[in-house]
């Protein structure tokens, strides 16, 4: 009888792996990182419950790295199959997955050239080498078909407006003669949404593994474009500058769809604004590549490259040296930069200066999964540690919630009530435990289907 076992993402958003087993044959639905909290981080260090070379598969449902950030480490430790993706997620894992690999050695690099690292020396989960070597294994799909792997498995995608190229996946297991399909949501998108377009409902199956990031709570409804515009222009009549810790895909491009429709309708000041980050920028390139994926009008896109949602005023900052001098910035200005969760990357920088001065604003876009530095931040903290050294958080916190890539309680029970029919067994992952255990009385009392919220490790039998 095929088995499913959740290697992941169960009482958190994070490290999203779900394996699958029929006939003596493995397919892996994801591959992500643990992040947040450290005993979720050392996860990722730890040998995975089955041998690597013992996977044939891995489909991935779209290009964050908690869907496909443990690929390098995976390949590292003996994977030899193939790993499956739409066109556009296959793009942005060549930017995610050595950037990924290249934040690691700095941050390993830094820990040991400050010392603040328990091990001596701090070693990278894989190299920026290791994340390039693992891409030669990921392989762009045609999805106007099913995908026959075997005769034990067959795979079909269907859009999931989360991001660009991102899918849910449909995995039908034949074994002993029995049929049975299971239908992963990956990450569930908006209804409506700014850019990308919405998720599709796909056929029944017997099988749900639903995501809940936003299980236990809906999305504010108020003008979230006078409020970003609002404080914008606050923070530059303190004189202060907007530091925006953005995921460099989806979030980015939003911002700065907003940015050009606030400026070009005079609700805001023409105040500079920086991308740093050269991965959101490459990222921002694959809008012209993917019209599949999104609801920008042909005139838009076609003028060429990043300068799609450009303004006069917008920079696009792909050198060291052009980070570094945005520190030297001394008059009002918007840097948007990764990480989104402030984990890594460029925006700590920006955030030792900008975060113990009254004047400046760091405003927060999308989720900050507890444990992480955004999530402190976030939550009213006084200090927190970046660089091994405790900074005072004394500048302005703002969120905003509206630009979630996620769908809310709502939006997931509006689409689950647009399936032909009710699932047979539907389980409920990638949400912080309550999250996850709201959303299943919701489904229970909405809908009155038999749902559950599975736990880290557990093996289930389809059938």
Known sequence: MPKLTFLGATGTVTGSKYLLEAAGERLMVDCGLFQGHKDLRLRNWNPLPIEPSSIHWVVLTHAHLDHIGYIPRLVKEGFQGQILASAATTDLAQLVLPDSGHLQEEDARYANKKGFSKHAPALPLYTYDEAVKALERIHAVDETAPMELSPRFKVKFFRA???????????????????????????????????????????????????????????????????????????????????????????????LYLFRQLISQNQMHDVPIHVDSPMAIDATDLYRRHHEDHNLQTDEYEAGGHKLFAQPNMHFDRSVDESKALNECRFPTVIISASGMATGGRVLHHLVRCLPDHRNTVLFVGFQAPGTRGHAIQSGAQTVKIHGQQIRVVAHIETIENLSAHADYREILGWLKRLTLAPSKTFITHGELHASESLQSKIVEGLGWDTRVPTYLETVLLG
């Open 161 to 255: 407006g989360h991001i660009l190229g991102a899918r849910m996946v449909e995995v039908t297991i034949t074994e002993a003669g029995k049929t049975v399909r299971i239908l992963f949501s990956g990450d569930l998108g908006r209804f409506p949404q700014l850019i990308i377009r919405e998720p599709a409902i796909p056929d029944a199956a017997e099988y749900l593994v639903c995501e809940s990031t936003y299980g236990d709570r809906l999305h504010v409804t108020d003008d979230y474009r006078a409020r970003l515009a609002s404080i914008i222009e606050s923070t530059a009549a303190r004189g202060g500058s907007v530091i925006i810790p953005s995921f460099a895909i989806g979030r980015t491009q939003e911002l």
